[in-house]
Structures are given as structure tokens and as C-alpha cells.
């Protein structure tokens, strides 16, 4: 950025992500541990991030996707790596010659992934998924047989080698849910059937972030941490972060574009869905849905300005949103905080998805690549606090 102050950033703190992974291991210490970085690991960016899971020991990473995974390799990850949403035709072959573990749902992925791997010469290493109750991906309950039957005959053959046998839960995050037990009770039989074919996986693994907090029945071999690696609860039933052990990593400001006085009865922003009651201030927020700020967070996103709490007055527009200050005074160029740890008395993520009726994933997910990355605590342990930083976008 060339030392110039910039619109907007979004500080990623590197040194809370590495306790956050820390904290999450000691929660299931008999358990390896899988650090999620899809979807440009939640927002924050996929590189930074993964290096500094890795040296918090997280002993694999996570991809939805192929090209994500490829992309890690290709920027020097060299550890366990899993990815899992494959479609026909998928990136099979390049996947399997840079050493990902490779998720198969059913016999057409089985074929493909078999295919790729005989024309690489190379044994594909395979997690098998079953379909448990959450009705996504994953082999459905009745086909599981002929799936590990099928998968063993080509272990035998040398073309590929059974990881993993994983699932997903859909409601791990309450806690008192039924469909909990009765996924774990699939996942249990499922592992029978594929233990008494012949099956021997490596890590066996259903367990999200969710269930790595309140249920350690469900830890088996591996856990797979998402969101929480980056601060937020999984879920508002399982407590705030600090309850949890975790620090949120991502904050999120903006300079105020303009401040200025304006009448009562002002209309701000299209369609003057806001109406100025007096006499007043308002401020400019240089961020909006092209950034991504929820558009339905107008009128209610709260953010930091001038030491207060403020919402949103009127639509978020593209590019801004305005803000009315009140009886209060700021100046063009102070600080705009929309989320953070809440340390300096500013909202959360969390506070976000409560005001808009989402969840805290989707509030720093959808924060754009023109608000610049900037990282905190870049060291090789993040122990110093924030050091360096760099933006990245």
C-alpha cells in the first residue's frame, strides 16, 4: 500500500489464530487435528492463514474444493491435505501428483479417481464419505457396501490407498439435539461395515467444530476445525468465543470518507428509507455490498464511531453507507470499527449476524478482496504479538 492510509482493512491476527488452534488441540489431545481453510480460509486469506495453523500444529488443512487445494500447494503447503467437493471431471489427476487426499462419495468419483490415478501411475489416497443424516455429499446408508467393497478391490490393486472413512453432522451445534446421536450411531455402523470388508483407514472423522467443543465421543481419529480456528463459536447455544477459549481474528475498519452537518428531515440514501430527525451529523463509511456488507444490515449494522455505538441510517449502498452521529463531531479520516474482538468496546462479527438474522461464517466469509488483508503477528509463532504485517489481497 505504499504507506498510504488506506480506505479500509481488514486486520487478520495471526498470533490469536495460532491460539485458537492451540486452545482447539487441547480439547481433543488424542485427536489429530484438521485446520478448514476454505473459501480463502473464511475470509481471512487461505496462505498467511495455513502457515500459521501449520505451526500451531495443525497436523492436516481442509479444502471444500480441488483448486483451493492446488492453490496451497502451489504456494509451498506441503503437509496433509484433504479435499472433498468434487464433481465429474474434476482435477483428479493434478490432485493426486500433489499428494491430496482425495474424498469419494460414489461410485462415479470412484471410477474417475481410479482412472487418474493408473493414467499418473501414482495410488490415489482416498477419503471414503458416508452420508449420515445430513443429506449432502456422502454415500447414501445402502450403497455404503458395494462403495468399500469397490474401494478395496482397487486398495488391492495398488491404484489407490482408503485414508479415511469421514462423515459431517448437521446439528452438532445444539448441543441436545437427537440427529446427533443417531448420525453417530450410522457413522459407528458404517465403520463396522467397512473394518469387517477389509478397510483398514487411517483417521476416521466426523467431528466439526461443533462437536470437537461438546463431544469428545465424537472425536475419533480426527477433528475438523473451521470457524473456530478464527475465533467465533460455532454456534449461539455453545457460549460467546471467550467461553470457548478463543479470540476472534479478523477486525474490520474503515475511515470516514466526510462528516458533515445536516438538517432535521434529511433523507439519506436511496430511496430516503432514512429520515434525519433533527438537526444532526452524519458520516460518510467508505464499505458497502461490493465489499461485503450485508445490504440488509440497513438500519440496523452496528459499528464503532467516536468512542460509541452507531447503526447504519439508511440502505447500504454499493460502495458506502452513512451513519448519523447525533449531537456528536468527528472528523473525515478517523476510524470507523464494524467488527473485532470487542476489545476496544466495538461489535463482533457475532453482533453482526445477530443484527442481520445470519450467522457469524457468512459476516467475515463475505468480506471482498478490494478491502485489504493487513496481518498481525507474522513471526514463526506469533508469540511476539503483531509484528509485521503485510497486506494482501
Known amino acids: 500500500m505504499n504507506g498510504q492510509p488506506m480506505r479500509a482493512r481488514a486486520e487478520v491476527d495471526l498470533a490469536a489464530l495460532r491460539a485458537n488452534v492451540r486452545a482447539l488441540r487441547g480439547r481433543a489431545p488424542e485427536a489429530q487435528l484438521m485446520a478448514v481453510v476454505k473459501a480463502d480460509a473464511y475470509g481471512h486469506g487461505v496462505l498467511p492463514c495455513a502457515r500459521a495453523a501449520r505451526q500451531a500444529g495443525a497436523d492436516w488443512l481442509g479444502t471444500a474444493t480441488p483448486e483451493e487445494a492446488l492453490a496451497l500447494r502451489a504456494g509451498g503447503d506441503r503437509g496433509r491435505l484433504m479435499c472433498w467437493l468434487w464433481t465429474p471431471g474434476g482435477p483428479w ?130 477433528v475438523r476445525t473451521g470457524i473456530a480456528v478464527y475465533g467465533l463459536a460455532p454456534g449461539p447455544l455453545l457460549g460467546r468465543p471467550a467461553e470457548l477459549g478463543l479470540r476472534p481474528v479478523m477486525t474490520l475498519s474503515a475511515r470516514l470518507a466526510l462528516v458533515k452537518r445536516v438538517p432535521g428531515g434529511q433523507g439519506v440514501g436511496y430511496g430516503h428509507r432514512y429520515l434525519t430527525p433533527g438537526e444532526t451529523t452524519l458520516a460518510l463509511v467508505p464499505l458497502g455490498y461490493a465489499d461485503g456488507i450485508p445490504r440488509h444490515a440497513s438500519g440496523c449494522g452496528p459499528l464503532l464511531v467516536g468512542g460509541k455505538w452507531r447503526q447504519i441510517a439508511g440502505l447500504v449502498a454499493m460502495d458506502q453507507f452513512s451513519v448519523d452521529l447525533g449531537g456528536d463531531t468527528a472528523r473525515a479520516g478517523e476510524p470507523a470499527l464494524l467488527f473485532g474482538p470487542g476489545d476496544r468496546g466495538e461489535p463482533t462479527a457475532e453482533d453482526w449476524a445477530r443484527a442481520t438474522g445470519t450467522i457469524g461464517y457468512e459476516i467475515v466469509t463475505r468480506i471482498g478482496a478490494r478491502v485489504p488483508r493487513v496481518y498481525l503477528g507474522e513471526g514463526p509463532t506469533g508469540d511476539e504479538g503483531a509484528g509485521g504485517q503485510s497486506a494482501d489481497g
Open 93 to 222: 489427476q493434478a490432485a493426486i501428483e500433489a499428494d491430496v487426499d482425495v474424498s469419494v462419495s460414489g461410485m462415479w468419483a470412484l471410477r474417475e479417481v481410479v482412472a487418474a490415478a493408473r493414467a499418473c501411475r501414482r495410488p490415489a489416497r482416498v477419503h471414503l464419505k458416508i452420508d449420515t443424516g445430513l443429506g449432502r455429499n456422502g454415500c447414501a446408508p445402502e450403497d455404503w457396501p458395494q462403495l468399500a467393497s469397490a474401494a478395496l478391490t482397487a486398495e488391492e490393486e495398488g491404484v489407490l490407498r482408503v485414508t479415511g472413512v469421514w462423515s459431517h453432522l448437521a446439528c452438532a451445534d445444539e448441543p441436545e439435539h437427537p440427529a446427533t446421536d443417531a448420525q453417530l450411531a450410522v457413522f459407528r455402523q458404517a465403520l463396522e461395515t467397512a473394518e469387517r470388508i477389509g478397510l483398514r483407514p487411517e483417521v476416521r472423522h466426523i467431528s466439526n467444530s461443533a462437536a470437537l467443543l461438546t463431544r469428545p465421543d465424537a472425536h475419533f481419529d480426527l
